[in-house]
């Protein structure tokens, strides 16, 4: 049976959503508890990063293939767009959750720690460099200030536990945003320096605003731009918890 192009984003959001979705209800996960914590995350963080998605769509920066989407839109949003900011979440939260209760008893390296500062410095020096690119010195700059901010001023001793599920998460990271920068991700080399000649994007970007680097086909300013998307959102969970 042939499969619309139409659904491919959404798929891509189900695809990330259902699994964790299902196994929420594990006896021993039970991440449904949860569920309240983290919906105040997902609002906090899709406060500040939809407005920042519909300003940047409509300055294109970025944007949306019409093969690929469903044309419901919310704003100048495709609908999967915003589905997106609670799908990828959902499946990275419920990921930090089960490694919450497997290391519960262990102690994190401190090289996670360290990770953090070096990560704070790397983005700000890539901000420094290339502050004339709206994307690279927006997203760089948002992560420097909440790795700070936890690093300095909130001390969390989560963060550690954080940034190790983040390494964790990278794998499936990259293939489900190498989908959706470019459909046949895999054909491309993982450096790639030619991102003018990706075809097939379900989202686009134009390059003279990020770094013209591409891990595969997905701009390596995502990395810094899904960092900050996944810490903002557990700084929230966590806070909602120890209440």
């Not at 190498?178 to 994007?201: H, K, R, S």
């Not at 770094?211 to 806070?239: A, F, H, K, N």
Request: with cysteine; proline share 5%; charged share 10%.
């Amino acid at each position: 049976m042939n499969i619309s192009t139409h659904y491919y984003y959404i798929i891509v959001n189900i695809g990330c959503f259902i699994v964790p979705f299902l196994f929420s209800f594990h006896p021993r996960l039970r991440f449904y508890r949860h569920w309240k914590a983290f919906g105040a995350g997902t609002m906090v963080m899709a406060a500040v990063f939809i407005p920042w998605d519909m300003y940047y769509t409509a300055k294109g920066i970025w944007g949306f293939n019409d093969k690929y989407i469903s044309g419901s839109y919310i704003g100048n949003l495709p609908l999967e767009e915003c589905l997106f900011f609670f799908c990828i979440p959902y499946a990275c939260i419920y990921t930090y959750h089960c490694f919450s209760i497997f290391l519960e008893t262990r102690k994190i390296p401190r090289f996670f720690y360290y990770l953090g500062w070096g990560l704070a410095a790397l983005c700000i020096v890539t901000a420094a460099i290339y502050h004339n690119r709206a994307y690279t010195l927006v997203t760089h700059l948002l992560c420097a200030v909440l790795l700070l901010l936890h690093l300095c001023v909130f001390k969390s001793a989560y963060l550690g536990k954080f940034l190790l599920v983040f390494m964790v998460l990278l794998v499936p990271f990259l293939t489900s945003n190498g989908v959706l920068t470019g459909t046949t991700f895999w054909q491309y080399p993982f450096i790639n320096l030619d991102p003018d000649a990706i075809a097939e994007p379900i989202v686009w970007y134009d390059n003279a605003h990020n770094l013209g680097v591409r891990i595969w086909t997905m701009p390596v300013d995502d990395l810094s731009y899904g960092l900050t998307m996944l810490l903002l959102t557990v700084t929230v969970y966590e806070r909602m918890l120890r209440k």
